[in-house]
Structure formats: C-alpha cells, structure tokens
C-alpha cells in the first residue's frame, strides 16, 4: 500500500506563487511516474503535470506550460508542484498520484494511488 500526503496548499492572491509538496511511502518511490492532478467544483479531474521516475521526462497540460514546474526528489521520496503567476481559474483542489509505470501519462487510468488532495484558492 502506498501513501501520498500533499501539502503546501493555500490562499493566494492572483499573480502569486505556492509550491506544493507530496511525500510517498510504501513502495520503492525512485521506480514510478508521479502526476499531479486537480479538480475545480462542479468540473472533472484533469491532468496538470507528471513526470518520469528519474525526473528525466515531464508532460504538462497545454494550458498550463510555462507556469507550473514539476519535480522530484528521490532520495526524499516527494515531488513538487511549482505554480507561478496564480489565476483564479487555478483554484482547485490539486491531488498527486503514483503511477503504475516509469513513464508519465495524462491518464488518471495509469495512475494506481491517490493524495487526499490540498485547496490551492486564487484570489482576484
């Protein structure tokens, strides 16, 4: 069994900046493929970032390149979601997840293990 927290989640104010935080445990972290996901009222869980086992490989929404970074650190089995320049529109609740696989997908399918997930708000 694996576990996944989040942390890092917050209030903001458009234009802002967080980092979130998710720390694994159970399974050989280094192995798998992480993704972040989120999930605004009334919307449907959408891909945000993933990224390979080694870190080599990452993937992002379309929409959201160039303002969000993700990461990992292995040896402290967690990866990161760096969010600059908030839009309200980001305010979601934002849920990392453990891939079956070394490589990153879009899919929550090929994800296995799921955060409880942190509120990210962005204030206008």
């Known amino acids: 069994q694996v576990q996944l927290v989040e942390s890092g989640g917050g209030l903001v104010q458009a234009g802002g900046s967080l980092k979130l935080s998710c720390a694994a445990s159970g399974r050989t972290f280094s192995s798998y493929a992480m993704g972040w996901f989120r999930q605004a009222p009334g919307k449907e869980r959408e891909f945000v970032a993933a990224i390979s086992w080694s870190g080599a490989t990452t993937h992002y929404a379309d929409s959201l390149k160039g303002r969000f970074t993700i990461s990992r650190d292995n040896a402290k089995n967690t990866v990161y979601l760096q969010m600059n320049s908030l839009k309200p529109e980001d305010t979601a609740v934002y849920y990392c997840?453990?891939?079956?696989?070394?490589?990153?997908?879009?899919?929550?399918?090929?994800?296995?293990?799921w955060g409880q997930g942190t509120q990210v708000t962005v204030s206008s």
């Open positions: 997840a453990a891939g079956r696989y070394s490589t990153p997908s879009y899919s929550t399918s090929n994800y296995n293990y």
